[in-house]
T-cell receptor
Framework: DGGITQSPKYLFRKEGQNVTLSCEQN?????MYWYRQDPGQGLRLIYYSQIVNDFQKGDIAEGYSVSREKKESFPLTVTSAQKNPTAFYLC????????????FGEGSRLTVL | AQTVTQSQPEMSVQEAETVTLSCTYD???????LFWYKQPPSRQMILVIR??????QNATENRFSVNFQKAAKSFSLKISDSQLGDAAMYFCAYGGAGNMLTFGGGTRLMVKP
């Protein structure tokens, strides 16, 4: 079945460690996104990519990094520079311009111990 | 930058009754899309309904319909014949010329049996 797969579903990290969240899609979508969701709040855009080998910062990119070496994959690294990384992370994809429907993965919950 | 505001943090409705969730947005663009997403306890984001701004007719999907008032920049969601499975967080989202969606803060809908 076509869709977006995020892994791991749950992740624990010690302070000072970098962690990478995986996001893979087989929908043949050009655009991919990473959003952060804090308890009881909406989604905030971290990074997005409209095409392979290109990506742009969203509203809260500090402390995060991404890569887009393949169309299907858009991993997110949460670095030790991110001051408050405990959150729920959602990956999404879309066909591209104009801003159309997003298809979401099931999310990854990161907890910093 | 576009902003999306959901003024109702929580709403409740009796099963089988009708409820309306509010959303307003701010934009200088004339062509855009609006969406309502549902996030159940499983945290998977699901598209409920979408509206193209150039269409005057309000979108409808089974028990879900919208009241799109372009001049007032208002986009409310009406859920008819509410069911227990409708209990979730509902997010309003705006998609314009840029290639990403901007989300509101969400409304938690509770359905009473």
């Amino acid at each position: 079945d076509g869709g977006i797969t995020q892994s791991p579903k749950y992740l624990f990290r010690k302070e000072g460690q970098n962690v990478t969240l995986s996001c893979e899609q087989n929908l043949n979508h050009d655009a991919m996104y990473w959003y952060r969701q804090d308890p009881g709040q909406g989604l905030r855009l971290i990074y997005y990519s409209q095409i392979v080998n290109d990506f742009q910062k969203g509203d809260i990119a500090e402390g995060y990094s991404v890569s887009r070496e393949k169309k299907e994959s858009f991993p997110l690294t949460v670095t030790s520079a991110q001051k408050n990384p405990t959150a729920f992370y959602l990956c999404a994809s879309s066909i591209g311009r104009p801003a159309g429907e997003l298809f979401f993965g099931e999310g990854s919950r990161l907890t910093v111990l | 930058a576009q902003t999306v505001t959901q003024s109702q943090p929580e709403m409740s409705v009796q099963e089988a009754e009708t409820v309306t969730l509010s959303c307003t947005y701010d934009t200088s663009e004339s062509d855009y899309y609006l969406f309502w997403y549902k996030q159940p306890p499983s945290r998977q984001m699901i598209l409920v309904i979408r509206q193209e701004a150039y269409k005057q007719q309000n979108a409808t999907e089974n028990r879900f319909s919208v009241n799109f008032q372009k001049a007032a920049k208002s986009f409310s969601l009406k859920i008819s014949d509410s069911q227990l499975g409708d209990a979730a967080m509902y997010f309003c989202a705006y998609g314009g010329a840029g290639n990403m969606l901007t989300f509101g803060g969400g409304t938690r809908l509770m359905v009473k049996p």
